[in-house]
């Protein structure tokens, strides 16, 4: 997968017809707190509260343009990839179908409802809602939306094109879920020319990606986290190259200190963390000896988190898988 710049241009023109660029600040609480200089990228900020908001309008954009007859789209998610084409869906008047596994976050499955997708619960985990979604798209003759694409990765580097020019950085850490994310950075990084590390980071409660990335091949493990956005039992083949290639490792965290970087962000950023949202600065707490007197940036990659798991952490404690 490549990206070159001209298609990054239009897809910073798609989103741009939606909604600005997002808040990006250097905050010395959390570099005190890091020793670093320490930057964060607000995607909490767009219209979903997620940045993968981006790729669902870069894709639907491309869907309506090349491929008008399709009347509708049909994916898995656990949360912000939905909401993503719900709310990028309805703007263009398409159906969106959205599967979600069950026990999935009932505030995210309210979001996508409100952003007017039907929303079916099949599955244990976003694995078995991914094959269902396969299911459904060829029953209802809908178009099946995977949950990594070139498409959604052009969308979600827009935000790598705002931030990767905010500071000189040496680090930039990012939640590692199906991959759009990171593979965005690591594309922006290498188009601009810039030495910036991209690291990213997943829970050691749902390794895959980090066992596929030491291993330079798809390694699935069980996923039970309570970073419902990183829970990937397998890594997409292609986004597992793009890290391979170019991302300088991946970090992984415990539980705990998940919940401790959720609470580091809304001690020092004064702004709400989904699980996933935090786990860039969890990374970032994991590597204080690594980073100490850089300058790194972190992805506040989305804010969409459940009041009762905000309690629980909000109370000392570390919420169940």
Partial sequence: MSLDLPTLDRARAVVARHFGPTPQHEWPLLGRALGATAWVKHEN??????????????YVERLRRERPRVRG??????????????????????EVVIVVPHGNSPDKNAAME?????LV?????FQEAAEHSAELAAER????????????VAGVATYAAEFL????????????????????????RDLLGLPTEIVGVVSEAAPATAR????????????STFVDGVACRRPDPTALAV????????????????????????????????????LAFAGALAETDHIGGSTVGMVLSGGNCDADLLQTVLAGRTPAA
């Fill in 121 to 125: 619960v099949h599955g244990h985990d």
């Fill in 141 to 152: 003759g809908l178009e099946a939306v995977p949950p990594f694409h070139p498409d959604l």
């Fill in 73 to 94: 789209i049909v994916s898995a998610t656990r949360g912000n990839h939905g909401q993503s084409l719900a709310w990028a869906g309805r703007q263009a008047g398409l």
């Fill in 114 to 118: 409100a952003f007017g997708a039907e």
């Fill in 45 to 58: 900020q767009t219209p979903t509260g997620a940045f993968k908001v981006r790729g669902g309008l870069v």
């Fill in 243 to 278: 890290m391979v290639a170019g991302a300088a490792r991946i970090v992984t965290v415990s539980e705990d200190l998940a919940a401790d970087a959720m609470r580091l962000v809304l001690g020092t950023v004064h702004q709400l963390p989904e699980p996933a949202g935090s």
């Fill in 165 to 188: 020019v905010a500071a000189p950085f040496d680090t930039v850490y990012v939640p590692v879920g199906m991959g759009s994310g990171i593979s965005g950075l690591i594309a922006v």
């Fill in 212 to 223: 596929s990335f030491a291993a330079g091949t798809v390694t699935p493990a069980d996923a």
